[in-house]
């Protein structure tokens, strides 16, 4: 079975400071690795994605990301952070012979206070 | 380009009703999958639809179901409506199945009393 966890529930940060959320998964076959954000009262907008090839995966809005296989994880990053980034972030999986069933995170509420 | 469409916005329904949700893919999609996002916790899948046949369901009762028309738009009906069937249900398009990238809609806020 794959889960993804978010250890995170909730990160305060202050404006142009560092952050980092974690999600690591769980799984027996190989996945694909996906962060999406969404803002309140909208749907969800891709933010970056691992495929294949380098582990270290840079997306929209500044955030990379780094897939890290032997710890199975696949934390988001963003060396300064703006009002504008206070969301709600997903870290998702999807298999490799199935790659519509996503399988999504509880979720991690970035608050960016001024 | 629009962007994948969800009809309604908000929904309030009573326990024992049904209701039918409905969702547009971005031109050209053919793929569409639904997701149930309960408050405070991540989406959960409830089925992918590519040309018009089921490909994946996930662990929901039978009181869901959905079809997918030939202009590849979708409908998501649930049947006997319970109070925890309260959530956030999201659409989402790819180009074909197998493809990387869903784009997900607003979302249909449905809430049953």
């Known amino acids: 079975a794959q889960s993804v966890t978010q250890l995170d529930s909730q990160v305060p940060v202050f404006e142009e400071a560092p952050v980092e959320l974690r999600c690591n998964y769980s799984?027996?076959?190989?996945?694909?690795l996906f962060w999406y954000v969404q803002y309140p009262n909208q749907g969800l907008q891709l933010l970056l994605k691992?495929?294949?090839?380098?582990?270290l995966v840079k997306g929209i809005n500044g955030f990379e990301a780094e897939f890290n296989k032997s710890q199975t994880s696949f934390h988001l990053r963003k060396p300064s952070v703006h009002i504008s980034d206070t969301a709600e972030y997903f870290c998702a999986v999807s298999l490799l012979y199935n790659f519509n069933k996503f399988y999504f995170g509880s979720g991690t509420k970035l608050n960016v206070k001024p | 380009d629009a962007g994948v469409t969800q009809s309604p916005t908000h929904l309030i329904k009573t326990r024992g009703q049904h209701v039918t949700l409905r969702c547009s893919p971005i031109s050209g999609h053919k793929s569409v999958s639904w997701y149930q996002q309960v408050l405070g916790q991540g989406p959960q899948f409830i089925f992918q639809y590519y040309e018009k046949e089921e490909r994946g369901r996930g662990n929901f009762p039978d009181r869901f179901s959905a079809r997918q028309f030939p202009n590849y738009s979708s409908e998501l009906n649930v049947n006997a409506l319970l109070l925890g069937d309260s959530a956030l249900y999201l659409c989402?398009?790819?180009?074909?199945?197998?493809?990387?990238?869903?784009?997900f809609g607003p979302g249909t806020r449905l809430t049953v009393l």
């Open positions: 989402a398009s790819s180009l074909a199945e197998g493809t990387d990238t869903q784009y």
């Open positions: 691992y495929l294949s090839g380098s582990t």
């Open positions: 799984s027996s076959v190989s996945v694909y």
